[in-house]
């Protein structure tokens, strides 16, 4: 999911032809995880899985898989503020999953790209002036209200399909905050990416854990075969549980803050065009258009004149 120009990495020498091809196919692996994120969070409504099954697949396998690097990042992660760590936790943890997945049940796979990624510089700007009184400077303003104008745009769309739009619509964006405020405490917090996915992975998994157990949350995992699990595995175990936690900062390393920021803005399209044949979900006129004006948005905010980031500040994804 799309970070904020801002928050992000300057590049400061040419880059070799080699690292920027490589660059740009780690690039192209993260926006695809992206879009793959909205579709399996709308693909548990089409499999026998709960949504407790799919955080329980999505935060063990990076559990597992990073547990050798845990001993070496305990020293950074005992550093990080309270307040950091909490924003982190709950921004992309076992929250933010569940009331996602909860939203994306009565909407579709383009409503969670777009009102969850697409919507993060609005959710970053308004928790930033609530929180920390940072300051909404007037180059902002263009993008964030092309991306209010896609919210609207995308409410009516939904109720257009019969469904109503007011509780899921309300879901995705309270995900929206939870994610604006892990970016926020990522940039308070000066973990490098493992360590950060560490920090959400977890926690989020000790949480999990007593509630499957206790069937507070609903588990299915034992009745479903094997096959059904694999695009859940391959997408949120492996792609937003590790992998993307490598390939998008490999990318800004080689392409820099702007490029990265602005393909990453094209996630909710991508979304919405798989959708289609993957979900059978075709977006409304009105929909469609909401993506794309959100994606607008997204790209006036990223291309917007930025003050340089601060040194703390560390770029990471979902």
């Known amino acids: 999911m799309s970070q904020l120009s801002s928050t ?14 490589l660059g740009w196919a780690a690039l192209a692996v993260t926006v695809l995880i992206w879009a793959a994120f909205a579709l399996t969070i709308r693909a548990i409504g089409h499999s026998p899985l709960t949504p407790g099954d799919v955080a329980l697949i999505r935060f063990l396998i990076p559990a597992a898989l990073l547990l050798p690097l845990l001993p070496s990042r305990l020293p950074a992660l005992r550093r990080v503020p309270v307040h950091a760590a909490l924003m982190i936790m709950a921004g992309a ?34 928790l930033g002036f609530l929180l920390f009184r940072d300051r909404v400077r007037a180059a902002q303003w263009p993008g964030l209200g092309l991306i209010l104008l896609g919210i609207l745009l995308l409410v009516l769309g939904l109720g257009a399909t019969g469904i109503s739009p ?7 964006l309270a995900a929206s905050l939870l994610w604006g405020g892990y970016t926020l ?46 695009p859940f595995i391959a997408v949120q175990g492996l792609g937003v549980g590790v992998v993307a936690s490598l390939t998008y900062p490999y990318a800004l390393k080689h ?16 979304a919405t065009l798989l959708a289609l044949p993957l979900l059978g979900e075709q977006p409304t006129l009105t929909s469609a258009i909401g993506v794309a004006i959100i994606t607008a948005g997204v790209l006036a905010f990223n291309l917007m004149p930025t003050r340089p980031p601060a040194p703390q500040e560390a770029p990471h994804v979902q």
């Open 8 to 21: 992000l990495p300057r590049e400061t020498s040419r880059t070799r032809p080699t690292g920027a091809l």
């Open 166 to 172: 007011a509780t899921g619509t309300a879901l995705l």
């Open 185 to 230: 405490g990522l940039r308070r917090a000066a973990l490098d990416p493992l360590a950060a996915a560490m920090l959400v992975t977890y926690p989020s998994l000790l949480v999990l854990a007593p509630l499957l157990l206790s069937g507070t949350l609903p588990s299915h995992l034992t009745q479903v075969p094997g096959p059904s699990l694999l």
């Open 255 to 270: 392409l820099g803050a702007l490029r990265c920021a602005t393909v990453g803005a094209l996630a909710p399209v991508l």
């Open 93 to 126: 943890g076992l929250p933010f999953f569940l009331i996602a997945a909860a939203g994306g049940a009565s909407t579709s796979a383009a409503h969670v790209s777009a009102l969850v990624a697409g919507t993060t510089p609005l959710s970053v700007v308004l």
